[in-house]
């Protein structure tokens, strides 16, 4: 009998990444809290500075609910590889056997999991303090899960190219805010046709194909950028 193990095959190995990740987040429940906890900060001040009439809010509901979000996103991202980097854990997914753009998918579907779903768990308490009606909060809750797992995806492409760097929450940010502003634009129109009763089909149909096309080529990226930051 052969002493060998058999070969883990792509899917099960990315399981297990993402297994990972899940654990490992579950463990740090406070820097979990901290997009969700800025995010409602956000959202919720603005009643208190301005004009609490509900025709007001409702017409700035959707600009203030995508900016506290996309904001709210970047503030995790800087850590995401940081980690992984410090233990080794990034070079042992370079020696893995498997292809490294599929094990960084699944590390960053998990940290999408454990942070655009509270977020967007989060929307309709946000968007109650802003008099959005309730017709909208579906709307609201699916552009968000599309617009945030764009955002953590291009994201994560800024975070592997800014490992190197001292600075990289600053970095990050000038690298990962222009790329993700059509994300800002489509998400907050769609809202706002929600919010007026008109559909929003076309918004969330553009964020649909961004998020594809995000989810198609970061892995990519990232697996390039994590391999010439570990040369």
């Given at each position: 009998?052969?002493?060998?193990r058999?070969?883990?095959?792509?899917?099960?190995?990315?399981?297990?990444?993402?297994?990972?990740?899940?654990?490992?987040?579950?463990?740090?429940?406070?820097?979990?809290?901290q997009?969700?906890?800025?995010?409602?900060?956000?959202?919720?001040?603005?009643?208190?500075?301005?004009?609490?009439?509900?025709?007001?809010?409702?017409?700035?509901?959707?600009?203030?609910?995508?900016?506290?979000?996309?904001?709210?996103?970047l503030?995790?991202?800087?850590g995401?590889?940081r980690?992984?980097?410090?233990?080794?854990?990034?070079?042992?997914?370079?020696?893995?056997?498997?292809?490294?753009?599929?094990?960084?998918?699944a590390?960053v579907?998990a940290?999408?999991?454990?942070?655009?779903?509270?977020?967007?768990?989060?929307?309709?308490?946000?968007?109650?303090?802003?008099?959005?009606?309730?017709?909208?909060?579906?709307?609201?809750?699916?552009?968000?899960?599309?617009?945030?797992?764009v955002?953590?995806?291009?994201?994560?492409?800024?975070?592997?190219?800014?490992?190197?760097?001292?600075r990289g929450?600053?970095?990050?940010?000038?690298?990962?805010?222009?790329?993700?502003?059509?994300?800002?634009?489509?998400?907050?129109?769609?809202?706002?046709?929600?919010?007026?009763?008109?559909?929003a089909?076309?918004?969330?149909?553009?964020?649909?194909?961004m998020?594809?096309?995000?989810?198609?080529?970061?892995?990519?990226?990232?697996?390039?950028?994590?391999?010439?930051?570990?040369?």
């Amino acid at each position: 009998m052969s002493g060998a193990r058999d070969p883990v095959s792509l899917p099960s190995a990315a399981a297990r990444v993402f297994g990972r990740e899940c654990r490992l987040g579950v463990r740090r429940v406070g820097e979990l809290l901290q997009p969700v906890t800025f995010f409602l900060m956000v959202t919720t001040l603005f009643p208190l500075a301005l004009s609490p009439e509900p025709s007001l809010m409702r017409n700035i509901a959707p600009g203030v609910v995508w900016v506290g979000a996309l904001l709210s996103s970047l503030l995790s991202l800087e850590g995401l590889f940081r980690a992984d980097l410090d233990d080794g854990t990034l070079e042992q997914l370079v020696l893995a056997g498997q292809p490294l753009a599929g094990l960084v998918a699944a590390k960053v579907l998990a940290h999408w999991l454990l942070v655009g779903v509270p977020l967007v768990l989060a929307a309709p308490l946000a968007a109650s303090s802003l008099s959005v009606p309730a017709a909208a909060l579906p709307v609201l809750m699916l552009g968000l899960a599309l617009g945030t797992g764009v955002i953590v995806f291009v994201g994560a492409v800024g975070a592997a190219l800014t490992l190197a760097g001292r600075r990289g929450s600053v970095l990050l940010s000038l690298l990962v805010l222009p790329l993700v502003m059509p994300v800002l634009i489509f998400g907050a129109r769609a809202t706002d046709e929600a919010v007026r009763g008109d559909s929003a089909a076309g918004g969330l149909w553009l964020l649909l194909a961004m998020l594809i096309l995000a989810v198609t080529l970061a892995p990519l990226a990232v697996a390039a950028a994590v391999r010439i930051c570990l040369e």
